[in-house]
């Protein structure tokens, strides 16, 4: 797949008589815009596969719907600003297009500090820093074991009680902290078996309610210091000071989900984000797609590897309990014993085997679906229109439940 996409963009966009479309309505496409504006190439529109930022503006450009291309795009060209690099070539190739190109040569020179953009420049430079590690890697193709991102679970706690948390916080009668020693070992492990991770995400539950976060954020970076680390928050907890210092200077970043009331200390997070200099974004709550039951579907193996195909998060590595799944969903999903136990899962890092390497090659490139799947409404980009898909589609986010949520558990 990795052929498909071009590294030298800028002469062949230039002269390019086909629209020019960037892929990907996300923060770092107004830098890839602002560098084709740099190299005086066109920009005619932006596409993404999330059908809830179509019809609008970004950047003063529309942003049309991905399976709508069609109709106003027969042919075209793209910049895939996305990280979900494969599956935008995936999605483009099925709808007819051909050609791809990625950013980086673009961003070779881009100067954020000269440039405007919508979110801070310390924060478009982490997320360009991200961006590029992922496009070098895909372009290095298969030789390489990669993570374009390995989310790190560090509690089950929360500040709120959302009915239809993706990550099944609703279903857990006892929340616990992770021990962060034990976490940052597990990292190690998985670190000296894979090639690159581009980005850590620290989350939970609310990752703020366990105590030893700082230390956490702290023991990745630095492990891992070419890497970005970000720290996914609801606004519910204002860190302390001597916490936020520890974290100053290094590249650990705060993206906070701001829903309303139910975030009682945004204002207060964002004034000691403030203070102690600390990249941040923080974006209201919009929808989320309906995704949190947990069913047997017993779905063929066909169907299996269309709702992957499908699957949004399939990229999101997740750390949990010393066991490294495909995603959340599959993560916690097993850790509550709602689905059956099986090794085909996840890898435990802390096993006997010796084959950890390989089993961790297994879970990253082999795998076309997992047993896990089977009990997974399914979390596709579109809800609208995914083939496969047996949510209840489009549903207002952060809605409480005052009751923990009933499931069947495996023993």
């Known amino acids: 797949m990795s052929q498909k996409l071009k590294y030298n963009c800028i002469e062949e966009l230039k002269k390019s008589d086909l629209p020019i479309i960037i892929v990907a309505a996300v923060g770092e496409s107004e830098a890839v815009l602002n560098a084709c504006k740099n190299n005086k190439i066109k920009i005619d529109a932006f596409c993404d596969s999330i059908k809830g930022k179509s019809d609008k503006l970004f950047c003063g450009i529309q942003v049309i719907h991905t399976p709508s291309l069609p109709e106003k795009f027969p042919k075209a060209k793209f910049v895939i600003a996305s990280q979900h690099i494969q599956d935008c070539i995936e999605q483009l190739t099925a709808l007819g297009y051909d050609e791809f190109y990625s950013p980086l040569e673009l961003l070779e020179n881009y100067d954020v500090k000269n440039n405007n953009h919508l979110i801070s420049k310390s924060y478009m430079e982490a997320r360009l820093a991200v961006c590029k590690n992922s496009h070098k890697m895909f372009l290095e193709g298969k030789e390489k074991t990669y993570m374009r991102s390995l989310d790190v679970m560090i509690t ?3 500040g709120m009680k959302c009915a239809s948390c993706s990550n ?5 009668k006892f929340h616990k902290n992770f021990d962060h020693e034990k976490i940052l070992d597990a990292i ?8 690159i991770i581009s980005e850590f995400r620290l989350i939970g539950g609310e990752p703020l309610m366990n105590k ?3 230390a956490i954020a702290n023991g990745i970076s630095e492990r891992n210091p070419d890497c970005e680390i970000f720290i996914y928050s609801n606004g519910t907890i204002a860190p302390k000071d001597e916490k936020l210092e520890s974290i100053k200077g290094k590249k650990i970043n705060f993206i906070i989900t701001e829903y309303g009331d139910l975030s009682r200390n945004l ?4 004034d000691q984000l403030n203070k102690h200099n600390i990249n941040y974004v923080s974006t209201p709550a919009q929808y989320w797609v309906d995704c949190s039951s947990i069913r047997h579907h017993k779905r063929s193996t066909s169907e299996l590897k269309e709702v992957f195909k499908q699957c949004c998060v399939k990229y999101l590595y997740t750390l949990l309990h010393g066991k490294l799944y495909r995603c959340p969903f599959i993560a916690n999903a097993a850790n509550l014993n709602a689905i059956p136990d099986n090794p085909a899962n996840y890898v435990d890092l802390f096993s006997d085997d010796k084959n950890i390497n390989q089993q961790i090659k297994r879970l990253i490139k082999v795998a076309k679906f997992f047993p896990g799947c089977d009990f997974c409404d399914g979390r596709p ?3 609208t229109s995914s083939v496969g898909y047996d949510g209840k589609g489009i549903i207002k986010a952060g809605i409480q439940t005052p009751e923990i949520l009933d499931y069947k558990e495996y023993k």
Do not use: F, P
């Open 267 to 270: 204002t207060k997070l964002h």
């Open 381 to 383: 980009y579109d809800a």
């Open 188 to 195: 190690d492990i998985i670190r000296n078996n894979v090639d």
């Open 168 to 172: 099944l916080m609703q279903y857990y």
């Open 156 to 158: 089950t706690r929360c």
């Open 212 to 214: 030893e976060w700082a």
